[in-house]
C-alpha cells in the first residue's frame, strides 16, 4: 500500500514486481552515471581554456561517441526484453479468473467453477468506515491463492478501462470486444489495492 510522501516503489509481492524494481534500479544508475558525466564534461568546459581543438577532429572520438551509446542502449534493452517475455508466460495456471470492466463497477467470475461469480462496486464516501480508503475500497474484495500461477481474462462491457494492482506489477487495459491475458502470483499474503 502507498503511503504519503513515498518516493519509491510499493514493496514488491510478485517476482515480476521484484524483477521490474531491480531493471528500474538499474537503468536509473546509468541514467545517473551518464548525468554525472555530462555534467562533468560541460563543467570541464566552462572552466578551462580550450588548447586541444583537434580532439573534436579526431576519429577515435567519434568512434566513442557511436560505439559507447549503442552499448548502453544494448545494456537497457537486453533486462526490459526478458521482463517483457517473463510477463506474457504462463506457466499451467492453477485458476481463471474473468474481470469485466463496467462504467462503475467491476464482475469477476471464477470460470473453473460453476456460478461462481460476483459484482465489485466501490464505496461511495458517505458509507467508509473510519480506517478505510476512499475511492479504494470496495463491497466485494476479489480472493486469490497465493503461491499458485492466476490467469486474469480482462475485457470491458461498455468503455475502455484498466485493471491495475501495482504492488504485483500489473496493469492491463480492458478494451470492449477484446479479451486480454495476463497472469499473477503472489508470494506472500495481504491485502493489495489498485
Request: hydrophobic share 45%; net charge negative; charged share 15%.
Amino acid at each position: 500500500m502507498a503511503y504519503p510522501m513515498q518516493l519509491g516503489f510499493q514493496d514488491a509481492t510478485s517476482p515480476i514486481m521484484e524483477e521490474l524494481l531491480h531493471f528500474h534500479d538499474h537503468t536509473l544508475m546509468i541514467v545517473f552515471l551518464i548525468s554525472s558525466l555530462v555534467l562533468y564534461i560541460i563543467s570541464l568546459m566552462l572552466t578551462t581554456k580550450l588548447t586541444h581543438t583537434s580532439t573534436m577532429d579526431a576519429q577515435e572520438v567519434e568512434t566513442i561517441w557511436t560505439i559507447l551509446p549503442a552499448t548502453i542502449l544494448i545494456l537497457i534493452a537486453l533486462p526490459s526484453l526478458r521482463i517483457l517475455y517473463m510477463m506474457d508466460e504462463i506457466n499451467n495456471p492453477s485458476l481463471t479468473v474473468k474481470t469485466m470492466g463496467h462504467q462503475w463497477y467491476w464482475s469477476y467470475e471464477y470460470t473453473d467453477y460453476e456460478d461462481l461469480s460476483f459484482d465489485s462496486y466501490m464505496i461511495p464516501t458517505s458509507e467508509l468506515k473510519p480506517g478505510e480508503l476512499r475511492l479504494l475500497e470496495v463491497d466485494n474484495r476479489v480472493v486469490l491463492p497465493m503461491e499458485m500461477t492466476i490467469r486474469m481474462l480482462i475485457s470491458s462491457e461498455d468503455v475502455l478501462h484498466s485493471w491495475a494492482v501495482p504492488s504485483l506489477g500489473l496493469k492491463t487495459d480492458a478494451i470492449p470486444g477484446r479479451l486480454n491475458q495476463t497472469t499473477l502470483m503472489s508470494t506472500r499474503p495481504g491485502l493489495f489495492y489498485g
